[in-house]
């Protein structure tokens, strides 16, 4: 089976320039989700979609950062303009729900952003 | 809010030895409960987890850990430690069945052979 792919694994941008960020999920799976890793820190959910649409953003910030899931599969996130602070690895995972409802989720390689 | 601790940041051991990594968790209710490693250069990847049943769970690679619902912790244990098992273990929970995961910080592991 196939896992979940990411592109690109690495970038590097200046601060208030954009970028994108791709996610292909597991086939099949309903739910997609994407976090933001800073070094040192544990991953820190930013979106998750069920099909294509927005089941939790709670955590994006919305002045900088979208993202969509066009069909209910692959999926973007986008940042305009970027910071500094940005400067993390951008996770995407997927996940399909389980018998007696529970799920569990599968992560891609990621995509390490470095703003200068 | 949910929050999950991870009081070791950095471990060092000898292939041999016994780990045992310290997972805490704030949440009064209904929680799953579980432990991902990212070997260096590789994605994260599911160790075990823990949704109801028999405390004491099982994962790949000879790794268990205890859900102690008193104490608000799922620890992670290994009886003998190899070179390999080198890597970022990271604890997490979602509760009342919802699907955000909250992770802890991660304790990075190294074993010297």
């Known amino acids: 089976e196939a896992g979940v792919a990411q592109s690109p694994r690495y970038k590097i941008i200046e601060k208030r320039q954009s970028v994108a960020f791709w996610c292909n999920p597991i086939s099949g799976h309903a739910t997609l989700y994407w976090y933001q890793q800073i070094l040192g820190q544990g991953p820190k959910l930013l979106i998750q979609f069920q099909n294509n649409g927005v089941v939790d953003d709670s955590q994006l910030p919305k002045d900088r950062f979208s993202a969509e899931r066009l069909k209910g599969v692959d999926s973007t996130l986008k940042i305009q303009p970027a910071k500094l602070e940005d400067s993390a690895v951008y996770l995407c995972a997927s996940s399909s729900r389980l018998a007696g409802g529970i799920n569990e989720q599968f992560f891609g390689p990621g995509t390490r952003l470095t703003v200068l | 809010a949910q929050s999950v601790s991870q009081h070791n940041h950095h471990v060092i051991l000898s292939e041999a030895a016994s780990l045992e990594l310290g997972c805490n968790y704030s949440y009064g209710g209904t929680v799953n409960l579980f432990w991902y490693v990212q070997y260096p250069g590789q994605h994260l990847q599911l160790l075990l987890k823990?949704?109801?049943?028999?405390?004491l769970v099982k994962g790949i690679k000879g790794f268990e850990a205890e859900f102690i619902k008193s104490k608000f912790s799922f620890n992670l244990r290994k009886p003998s430690v190899q070179w390999s098992d080198t890597a970022e273990y990271f604890c997490?929970?979602?509760?009342?069945?919802?699907?955000?995961?909250?992770f802890g910080t991660g304790t990075r592991l190294q074993v010297f052979p």
């Open positions: 823990y949704f109801s049943g028999d405390p």
């Open positions: 997490a929970v979602n509760a009342d069945n919802t699907d955000k995961l909250i």
